[in-house]
C-alpha cells in the first residue's frame, strides 16, 4: 500500500510517498526558516500563506520522485492536530481536495503520534507496549504511556513553553540566531556545563510535568545582571559557550529525569525519544548513557527525522488505516489535539 503523506502544522511543508508504512519512496521538506528567521520565531498568518504558495509544488515533487502519478497513490494522509490552525487547514485542505478528486481514501495523523513513531519505523525489533515516548519539538513537550503503539495516552507535559522554543529564547537572549537548538547544540560543545547551575525545568521535583520559563528567565536574568546577586555576564566567546552548555544541560537532565521516572512508573522497558529536539547531541548521549545503565532500550530518530516530516505522516497513517480505517472528508484540523 502506498501511502502519499502530506505535513503543514508548524513551519515546514512536507510531503512523500511511503509504501507499506516502512519504504520510503519519496522524502520532500521545504522549511520557511528563511522566512521566520528575522521573528526569531514562527509567525502563523504567514506560515499560512507560504504553506498555501509551496504544498502544490511539493506534493508534485513527492509523486515525481517516486515516479508515480497521483492516481498511483492507495491513500492519502495529513497531520490534522495539532499546530497552528491557519497551516493545518491548508493541509487539510488539499488532501480532501486529493482524495476527493482521486476518489482515495483519507486518513488524518496525530503530529505527536507521527513523531513517536518516526523514531522506530525502521527498526526490525518495535517497543514492546507498554512504552514511555517523549516528544520535545519546537511546539511540544510531553511524556506518553503506549498501550497501543499508535495510541499515545499523554502522562506530562509543559506548563508553558516548549523545549525547542525555550533553545530559540536562549539563542536569541545570547545573540546567536534562529532556530536556537542546531546553534546551541554546537556552540555548547566545550563549554562548562557546571559554570551556572541552573536548574532542571520540572514543575516539581518528583513529577512529570515541566517548566522552562523559568528556566529562560533565570539564563536572562544571569546574563544582564538583572534581579540577580551576580554581576553580568559579557557575551564573550568563552561565556556564550558556557551559558549555552549550562542551559542545555538543565534541559537535558530536566527531561531524562522526568522520562526514566515514567518509565520506572509504567514498567515499561522500552522508551522512545522524538521531536525536533530529539536530534541533540548531549540529550543523545546523555539518554544513551541512562538507559544502558538501567537496561532501557532506547529507540532515537535519526537526525532528519527529528524534525517536521512527511514521511512519518505516511508511514503511521498504513498502521492507522489498517487498524482503524479511513476517515471521510468531514476531517477537521484541530489546533490543540488532546
Ligand atoms: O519537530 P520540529 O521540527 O517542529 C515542531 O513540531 O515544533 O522541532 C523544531 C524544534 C526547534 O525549536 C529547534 O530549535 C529544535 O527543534 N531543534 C533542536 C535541535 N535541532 C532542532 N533543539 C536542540 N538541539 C538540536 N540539535
Ligand atoms: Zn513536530
Redesign the pocket.
Known sequence: MRVLGIESS?D?TAAAVVEDGRVVLSDVVRSQVDIHRRFGGPVPEIASRSHLEVIVPVVQEALERAGLAAADVDAVAVTHRPGLIGALLVGVATAKALALALDKPIVGID?LAA?IYASWMDSDDPPTPPFVALVV????TSLFRLDDPFQPHEIGSTADDAA??A??KVAAILGLGY????V??RVAKGGRTRRFPFKPPLLTRDGLDFSFSGLKTAVLYRVTGKNSRHEPVPLTEENVRDVAASFQEAVVEGLAQAAFRAVERSGAEDLVVG???A???RLRQRFTTEAAQRGVRLFLPTVARS??NAVMIAGLAYHRLNEHGPDDLTLDAIPTGR
Open positions: 508548524c515546514e503530529h513523531h519539538s519546537g511546539g511540544h525547542g522554543e533553545f530559540d532556530p536556537g537548538g542546531p546551541i547544540d521531536g525536533g529536539c536530534a541533540n547531541s524534525t517536521d
